[in-house]
């Protein structure tokens, strides 16, 4: 052939061929590892008793070398370490601590060399490991020498300098070799130690000269922030911030202790510096370091109030240390709203400082609470001893064994927290550019130059979800402006108490109070810019005065018939003049109905009325209400009043439950009025009820309590009112059905009377119930009803069956016994032949229709 290839000799042919083979062989191998990887995919789970013919599957190792190489080298430190220990402290041998402490000093200079040619060679980790051992067992030579040459010096104080000197070498080695991750932050820890030390040697020992144990952390915390200021290395920086919280919240714990057990102002000098430094500390911690910049602004606002707080309160007397805490709280917050101060300082460290005078404040509000429940709730305990006589003084009308407190410097701390409360408030805007709870987020005070009501891609709101409501400024200022007038009235309140006058004085001011905040919340008095929520601040503040002045005021007679009055008085004039609303007109109506109803029990109590007489007398009220809201008609006002006047009404019913005839009577006087009321088109269904079930009340307990146990008369009155309305339902909607107008007039009356007949042996029952049954069926029958059918034919059956029970018993003794099971038979046979002739007339029926074509 012209273009064959030449044929390479037979020694070159044969090289190839082997060459071809082997590569052959190469692929054949890698194919059947990949086959076998894919049949272990593919093929179900071996079962167990095939396992052992499976072909093994290639499993990938469960540890990484790395982390084999960190745990062998990890184990070979440690077990190191503890030979090391075991060989100083305990023994080796006969060699005695000198030789022992030479032996671990060569041994020490080996860990603490080998390192720095283990890392030149890349060995990191085993640098690591040894260097750790070579950490260790500087501590063992510190050990070995004070075991040695200075056993007589004290083991506390050679412990702080031993401490200092190893945070110093390990520091340089650290440099030295700034691979290693641990001789720097070793050291760190070994420099939490040296002040602390010399600190406790110096209490231990009260001849050597040593800070005090709170001057001792707060230099290691400052030591601490440095090293987070200044140096770069997390390891170190995590280290020094976890020695920096330690050590700086034992020292504010110290010196809080310490400023609290101050007995002068000489003695709380030196706590006050204390945590004045303490919160110096920690501010410039949070003004270079901004993450930990709010909780560093906290930390230095409670140092501070604390500091400050401490002074005054080693200058006053007992019961008054919380107004001056709260004073520094205070002066503190002011100060942060400077302009001169705000402008200089991160918004962070703001917020931080004025949320520390806000935990201040909280603590100040909750510590005067049991004072101020005191003064509200206390009254109360006079409710089992009303008209008793009046007490000795106001606290006196609170109850006996009142706790020993400083009515005066709790309410100092109300005036002072309604007073801050009231700043915070004016500096705020009363509205903002944005709506109603769309305020600025914490971060968010960088402008946005986009157009209005425009929104970058991807940042409008996802569909179904609800947008957050954030707090605006102008909410701020209306909780803040409340929580003011809250807390001034809870100061005003307070004034008899404080002042302990007597038992008139404090209840003619307690009442001037309510009717003052009465005028409040009908806007009377309130000035132009109010907030919205002012006049539901003083409603809520007038019920809760209403009750305690009550309360207060039943301690005489005078005195509950004078606040009652000018009460009843000032609610009726809120619930007419009112201009803030039908919530305040509502509420004050209701109130007033309240009040009317207890200046009648009084006057009831006053006349020794029983209390069945005084319920009587306690329906005048349901129905001057009736009477007035009759010219209300739809107005807001009418439904609360008439909710009340029920109210009424079933405190009177209670009161009457120990004589049956006045609930009857009770009752009858509601249906009354309830009556008059439906006479209004807006009420005539619900007061109609109403009326009707008043009245049937009425009738069944009247009879009750003339002993009637007659069904009929509890049942009549139910049935005669239930037909007539049946007959009116069904002239005005013909298509009403039978059982509806009339099934539950007649089964109120048939099923008891029928109950009654079966029950007893007497004979006029029967006759007379059989005769209104079948009357009952010939109208239905007539009319072609069919309730009055059914009703009417069973009840008349069941009657009869009754009647003609007896003679029916009589004539079956007279039977013979085999007669019954005949008859049973015969009748068995009669269905059964019946039966069997419709089947076979049937069958006739289909043949024939399958012959039709």
């Not at 005070?445 to 957050?468: F, I, L, M, Q």
């Not at 919205?532 to 009550?550: D, N």
């Amino acid at each position: 052939m012209k273009n064959a290839p030449p044929t390479p000799p037979p020694a070159e042919e044969l090289v190839l061929i082997d060459r071809e083979l082997v590569q052959l062989d190469h692929r054949r191998t890698q194919l059947l590892a990949r086959k076998a990887y894919l049949v272990s995919v593919l093929q179900p789970p071996v079962p167990r008793a095939w396992a052992a013919t499976a072909p093994p599957i290639a499993r990938s190792p469960e540890t990484s070398p790395p982390g084999v190489q960190n745990v062998l080298l990890t184990l070979g430190g440690l077990l190191l370490t503890i030979a090391a220990i075991a060989f100083t402290v305990v023994s080796w041998g006969d060699m005695s601590i000198g030789g022992r402490s030479a032996v671990l000093a060569v041994v020490t200079t080996a860990a603490l060399l080998v390192p720095a040619a283990l890392l030149r060679r890349g060995l990191d980790s085993t640098a690591e490991a040894l260097a750790v051992l070579g950490l260790v067992l500087l501590v063992l030579d510190a050990y070995a020498l004070y075991a040695v040459a200075l056993s007589g010096v004290s083991g506390l104080a050679y412990s702080a300098w031993a401490a200092a000197v190893l945070a110093a070498l390990w520091t340089g080695y650290g440099t030295a070799l700034p691979k290693l991750h641990t001789p720097l932050p070793a050291a760190v820890v070994a420099a939490q130690l040296p002040l602390l030390l010399w600190s406790v040697n110096g209490a231990a020992a009260d001849s050597a000269p040593a800070p005090s144990l709170g001057w001792a952390l707060l230099g290691t915390a400052a030591l601490d922030v440095a090293l987070v200021i200044l140096v770069a290395r997390p390891s170190v920086r995590l280290t020094a911030t976890v020695g920096a919280v330690l050590s700086g919240a034992l020292t504010l714990l110290i010196g809080g202790f310490e400023s609290l057990a101050a007995e002068s102002a000489l003695d709380a000098v030196e706590p006050a510096a204390l945590l004045t430094l303490a919160g110096a500390v920690a501010f410039l911690a949070g003004w270079r370091v901004r993450v930990a910049a709010l909780p560093c602004a906290v930390v230095t606002g409670l140092a501070l109030i604390a500091a400050s707080g401490g002074m005054i309160s080693a200058t006053v007397p007992d019961g008054w240390a919380m107004p001056g805490y709260l004073l520094c709280a205070i002066a503190l917050l002011s100060a942060v709203q400077m302009p001169a101060f705000g402008a200089r300082t991160p918004a962070d460290l703001l917020r931080g400082l004025s949320a520390s005078s806000a935990a201040l404040m909280a603590l100040a509000l909750v510590s005067t609470l049991p004072l101020v429940v005191l003064q509200y709730a206390g009254p109360l305990t006079v409710l089992p001893d009303v008209w008793a006589g009046a007490p000795a003084d106001a606290r006196a009308a609170l109850g006996e064994d009142l706790p020993d407190a400083n009515w005066a410097a709790t309410a100092l701390v109300l005036v002072l927290l309604a007073g801050a409360l009231l700043a915070v408030s004016r500096r705020l805007p009363l509205a903002t550019g944005a709506p109603t709870g769309q305020g600025v987020r914490q971060g968010d005070e960088g402008s946005d130059t986009r157009p209005e009501g425009s929104e970058p891609k991807g940042t409008g709101p996802a569909e179904g979800v609800a947008p957050v409501r954030t707090v605006s400024p102008a909410d701020l200022r209306t909780w803040a402006s409340g929580g003011a007038a809250v807390l001034a009235w809870a100061a005003l309140t307070m004034a008899p108490f404080v002042l302990d006058t007597g038992h008139p004085l404090a209840v003619g001011w307690q009442t001037a109070l309510v009717v003052a905040l009465l005028a409040l919340a009908s806007g009377r008095g309130l000035p132009a810019r109010s907030l919205p929520l002012a006049p539901m601040i003083a409603l809520v503040c007038a019920l809760v005065g209403t009750a305690s002045t009550t309360a207060l005021a039943l301690a005489t007679r005078t005195a509950t018939f004078t606040v009652l009055g000018t009460l009843l008085t000032a609610f009726i004039a809120a619930a007419v003049l009112s201009r803030t609303g039908h919530v305040v007109r509502a509420v004050a109506g209701s109130i007033a109905v309240v009040l009317g109803s207890g200046l009648l029990v009084a006057l009831a109590e006053t006349l020794d009325l029983a209390p069945h007489r005084t319920a009587v007398a306690l329906l005048a009220v349901p129905a001057v209400v009736a009477l007035l809201t009759a010219r209300l008609r739809t107005h807001p006002l009418a439904a609360p009043l008439e909710l009340t006047a029920a109210f009424v009404g079933v405190v009177a019913l209670v009161l009457a439950l120990d004589h049956a005839p006045t609930v009857a009577l009770v009752l009858a006087l509601g249906g009354v009025i309830a009556a008059g009321t439906a006479i209004r088109a807006e009420r005539r269904t619900a007061a109609g009820w109403s009326a009707a079930a008043l009245f049937l009340l009425a009738t069944w307990v009247r009879l009750a309590a003339s002993d009637v146990t007659v069904p009929e008369a509890y049942t009549l009155p139910v049935t005669l009112p239930a037909l007539v309305l049946g007959v009116l339902r069904r002239r005005h909607v013909p298509e009403t059905s039978s059982w509806t107008a009339y099934g539950a007039g007649l089964s109120v009356t048939m099923v008891p009377s029928l109950l009654a007949v079966w029950g007893e042996g007497d004979w006029l029952r029967p006759l007379l119930l059989g005769t209104a049954a079948l009357v009952v069926t010939l109208v239905g029958a007539r009319q072609r009803l069919q309730a009055p059918l059914v009703l009417g034919g069973a009840v008349l059956a069941l009657v009869t069956l009754h009647e003609l029970a007896p003679y029916v018993v009589q004539a079956v003794d007279a039977l013979p016994r085999w007669l019954p099971p005949a008859l049973a038979g015969l009748l068995l046979l009669v269905v059964g032949a019946t039966y069997e002739q419709r089947l076979r007339e049937a069958r006739k029926l289909r043949e024939s229709l399958g012959r039709m074509s």
